[in-house]
């Protein structure tokens, strides 16, 4: 069965500090999507990424990159230099291509960016 | 274009009436899920069509719980004798293809049961 897990429940930091945000998942299945949403004060779930788990390149995005790492079974979130915009919920979730599952999410991490 | 839209964006309703939420999917897609989140928690999947299959009911947590999908577009949730365990946002989301392709989700619906 699939799961992820984010272990860190609450994160509070100081404005331009770096932050990591780990996520780390279970899945039987080779083929597998791994995404994060970013879910702010407003409620709306945004969507950040999507990687399939072929691709082990890290990606960057202005201050967001992510680290997968398939040895570790999981898909870390970094913001670098982080600002007061970015405190929201992020949630990490897993979708197994096989059987048209749905994603699984983990229980978020609650980000706090302090001025 | 247009993202998801849901509605009403909240629901206040006494406990043992019927609800109804709606969803309105980004155009062209064919996926659509029904999650709900309760204060503080993750999101639980409840249900999810996928273009013209039998949907898979299997997060559905009673059969106080349904769903519809008309036309391949809107889709209907139903709680009928609601209870104040239902109370939650229940979130609306879809992709243009399979369970694996990106979800975009709606802004949600409030629900109250009081």
């Known amino acids: 069965a699939q799961k992820v897990t984010q272990a860190q429940t609450e994160i509070s930091v100081v404005e331009k500090e770096d932050v990591t945000l780990d996520c780390v998942y279970e899945t039987r299945d080779t083929t597998y999507y791994l995404f994060w949403y970013k879910q702010p004060p407003s409620g709306e779930l945004v969507f950040l990424i999507r990687?399939?788990?072929?691709?082990?390149q890290n990606e960057i995005s202005g201050r967001y990159s992510w680290n997968f790492q398939k040895s570790t079974s999981s898909f870390n979130f970094t913001i670098t230099a982080s600002q007061v915009v970015d405190s929201a919920v992020y949630f990490c979730a897993l979708s197994e291509a096989s059987g048209n599952t749905p994603l699984v999410f983990g229980k978020g991490t609650r980000l706090s960016v302090i001025a | 274009g247009a993202g998801v839209s849901q509605s009403p964006s909240n629901k206040v309703t006494e406990k043992g009436k019927d609800v109804e939420l709606r969803c309105d999917p980004i155009?062209?897609?064919?996926?659509l899920y029904w999650y709900r989140q309760s204060l503080g928690q993750g999101l639980e999947f409840l249900i999810y069509f996928q273009g013209n299959s039998a949907p898979d009911k299997s997060g559905l947590p009673s059969d106080r719980f349904s769903a519809e999908r008309t036309g391949g577009s809107v889709s209907t949730l139903t709680i009928q004798r609601t209870q104040q365990e239902d109370s939650a946002v229940y979130l609306c989301a879809s992709s243009l293809l399979a369970g694996y392709d990106t979800q975009y989700f709606g802004p949600g619906t409030r629900l109250t049961v009081l």
């Open positions: 990687r399939n788990s072929f691709d082990e």
């Open positions: 155009s062209g897609h064919t996926a």
